[in-house]
């Protein structure tokens, strides 16, 4: 259980062109999902936090109008990077929560998207 | 979160136990220790946590030491399969945001 599925796996786009990338929780509601990025041998960083039915919250340093979230549904969080450069070329990957949002159960993540901006 | 330090890389041959160490020399009552792993270009993979007892699954065993100020996760046998970043993470459990991840221990299994 407790299945988070990402799509694309990688997708390879033109400089100035919109990505997006989708966060599904296969078997279980997810009112809260995360956006991580990670850069090569780097570790991974916290983006945003999307909430469902509400606005994502951003980290310091984060473009909110470049990384729009959309978290329409329990079961569905997007990435879409907006005008995409080379430098946000980068390993995307996001997470959720199979219990409730205030308790210790693990965050679950999917299996990343890699973006190559050419 | 408290602060976590682990080793930056380790080595452990194949079938063998692989012992990875965490200090949390600041941990409080209320956080939990979770560790997750990154196989290459993947997606972090949880493995276990623990409050203060030690905790066994199908993936791993956690020992968590008296004074909760480190803990160990063993890997009981470990196959090549196990090749990761390991990533000790100290949090109090009913915070609703994100995990910080810091640089975990590279293990190598060799063969």
């Known amino acids: 259980g407790a299945v988070v599925s990402q799509h694309p796996s990688w997708v390879i786009c033109k400089s100035g062109t919109s990505v997006k990338i989708e966060c599904r929780s296969l078997?279980?509601?997810?009112?809260?999902m995360f956006w991580y990025r990670q850069f090569p041998k780097q570790s991974l960083m916290l983006m945003a936090t999307?909430?469902?039915?509400?606005?994502?919250?951003?980290e310091q340093g984060v473009e909110k109008d470049k990384f729009l979230i959309n978290h329409a549904s329990l079961t569905l969080s997007t990435l879409t990077v907006t005008s995409a450069h080379p430098e946000d070329s980068s390993f995307y990957i996001c997470?959720?929560?199979?219990?409730?949002?205030?308790?210790?159960?693990?965050?679950?993540f999917g299996n990343g998207t890699r973006l190559t901006v050419t | 979160d408290a602060k976590t330090t682990q080793p930056t890389s380790m080595d452990c041959a194949e079938g063998r136990a692989a012992n990875l160490p965490c200090n949390h020399s600041?941990?409080?009552?209320?956080?939990?220790v979770y560790w997750y792993r990154q196989i290459h270009s993947q997606g972090p993979q949880y493995i276990i946590h623990?409050?203060?007892n030690n905790e066994t699954n199908e993936m791993a065993s956690l020992i968590i030491t008296e004074d909760r100020k480190s803990s160990t996760l063993i890997l009981p046998h470990a196959t090549l399969r196990d090749t990761a970043v390991y990533y000790c993470?100290?949090?109090?459990?009913?915070?609703?945001?994100?995990?910080?991840f810091g640089k975990g221990t590279h293990l190598i299994i060799q063969p």
């Open positions: 997470s959720a929560r199979a219990g409730l949002d205030r308790s210790n159960s693990p965050l679950h």
């Open positions: 078997d279980f509601q997810a009112t809260t």
């Open positions: 999307s909430n469902e039915g509400s606005k994502a919250t951003y």
């Open positions: 600041t941990i409080s009552g209320n956080e939990y």
């Open positions: 623990g409050l203060k």
């Open positions: 993470i100290v949090r109090v459990a009913w915070r609703a945001d994100g995990l910080t």
